[in-house]
């Protein structure tokens, strides 16, 4: 069986636009999401741009009805998931759930939720009177759930805590969950959200440097090529191959990557147009991101997406692939190539290619 995986439609909640065509439309403006937080959070968020979505209601997209116990995590993915199933056409019902999943990424799912839900556990007068409806969103996997049933999905369920690795992490549990038959379809996608907590977080560790601080969510539907073919859904994008490794050179482990990925997509470094990086305004990191990738692909275009949506963390690679995604839309229609890379060693990539 073929391990390709055809990406059949996609979707986005994000500052630069809610859907594909939106965001597609922003990506190819050049048009970023950064942004003064204004009163985002009443304030509490770090002094500084921000890539957020200040204007973000859930009610908007998804109704009154079971919104109102969402965290903002959830919440993202829930819109991006919707959008990424109309964008495929397609309909969840009882004759094809059973074979639907989701597979989300995250960096630690709502960090604002456990630290309000711990905070109340500390100061609220005993018996620690703490909001029960708030636990559920303290749950790592909430946001896979949440999607799962709101969307009819009774198939795979998994939540893959991967950093900025997270998208090549989903990718790859997507495509055993396809090629060993345990799912027909998947809602497969990453999400962030910001908060005063993480947003904090961040100051701390990195400081004023590099690109703001972003969130969001993109989601994508992908199945084997078959199933799409016989379900009458066109690809729009393939994937050919998904690498990670680890190693004490960044650079020379995204080198291998880069190199394996290509040679088990049977194509030369001449067929890739282009390589959606995690480039974030870090001097070291993103020289040896650089530099891994001209030691495989020469002098490639390079797209720095975080310049446009911020540093979103887990849900980087996945606004990286969505912007490839953007381009095929828009009718480019050569090979091109994720690249994500952490400071702590891991390199991932992701090989995408067009549609015959």
């Not at 009154?64 to 998931?81: P, W």
């Not at 018996?127 to 996997?141: K, Q």
């Not at 999607?147 to 805590?161: E, P, Q």
């Amino acid at each position: 069986m073929s391990r390709e995986l055809a990406i059949t439609g996609w979707g986005v909640a994000s500052p630069t636009g809610i859907g594909a065509d939106d965001f597609a439309a922003a990506v190819l403006a050049g048009r970023s999401g950064v942004t003064d937080p204004g009163d985002l959070f009443d304030g509490q968020l770090p002094v500084g741009p921000v890539a957020a979505m200040v204007d973000f209601q859930v009610r908007e997209h998804l109704g009154r009805k079971g919104t109102s116990s969402l965290d903002r995590g959830t919440a993202l993915a829930l819109v991006a998931g919707r959008h990424a199933l109309a964008d495929s056409g397609l309909l969840v019902d009882h004759e094809n759930a059973d074979g639907s999943g989701v597979v989300l990424g995250t960096t630690a799912g709502s960090v604002r939720s456990v630290a309000e839900y711990d905070r109340d556990t500390l100061v609220q007068d005993k018996p620690y009177l703490v909001e029960p409806m708030l636990f559920p969103t303290t749950v790592m996997n909430c946001a896979a759930g949440r999607s799962a049933i709101w969307h009819g999905l009774k198939g795979v369920n998994a939540t893959v805590a991967g950093g900025q690795l997270s998208l090549v992490q989903v990718l790859r549990y997507t495509r055993n969950a396809l090629t060993r038959g345990h799912a027909d379809t998947v809602l497969a996608g990453a999400f962030e959200e910001l908060s005063p907590h993480r947003a904090w977080h961040h100051r701390v560790r990195h400081g004023t440097d590099g690109v703001p601080l972003g969130e969001g969510a993109a989601v994508f539907v992908v199945e084997r090529p078959d199933t799409a073919r016989a379900a009458g859904r066109k690809a729009e994008a393939r994937v050919l191959a998904v690498e990670s490794a680890v190693g004490d050179d960044i650079d020379r482990t995204l080198a291998l990557c880069l190199a394996r990925a290509l040679g088990s997509a049977g194509l030369a470094p001449s067929d890739v147009w282009a390589v959606a990086t995690s480039e974030r305004g870090d001097d070291d990191l993103d020289a040896a991101e650089r530099t891994g990738i001209a030691a495989v692909l020469g002098d490639v275009e390079r797209l720095p997406v975080k310049n446009l949506v911020g540093e979103c963390d887990a849900a980087s690679g996945a606004f990286q692939l969505a912007a490839l995604l953007a381009h095929h839309r828009a009718g480019a229609g050569r090979c091109s190539v994720v690249t994500s890379v952490s400071a702590d060693g891991s390199a991932g990539v992701a090989v995408l290619g067009s549609v015959d």
